[in-house]
């Protein structure tokens, strides 16, 4: 690995990795005999946590989840942000991680 390159893969970046070097062979053998497999996972890790929150953030104000729903109900309040993160998750896992 080139100097200064080694950075922390998260879980997306090492589903993005899974996928490439199963389904995408070519692209990650460039990327790894460039030297730029780890900066690559490490990029789509952090888009897609930062693609995560915002598509939270947008998912709960249409679906009504407030600060007051979760002081008195608390229990659907889990539950619908449960379903938020899962959909959330889903179109995160479509859109950056299996292309």
Same mark, same amino acid.
């Given at each position: ?19 490439? *070097? ?13 030297? *730029? ?32 729903? *979760? ?29």
């Amino acid at each position: 690995m080139p100097e200064g390159t080694h950075y922390e893969i998260g879980r997306y970046g090492r589903m993005r990795w899974e996928y490439l *070097k199963n389904h995408r062979r070519g692209e990650y053998i460039r990327l790894l005999m460039n030297g *730029k497999i780890n900066e690559y996972l490490h990029v789509v890790d952090e888009e897609c946590y930062e693609r995560m929150e915002l598509l939270m953030e947008q998912m709960k104000d249409g679906a009504g989840i407030t600060e007051e729903l *979760k002081a008195s109900d608390q229990m659907k309040w889990v539950g619908l942000m449960n379903n938020v993160r899962s959909v959330a998750e889903e179109a995160v896992i479509r859109e950056l991680i299996y292309v």
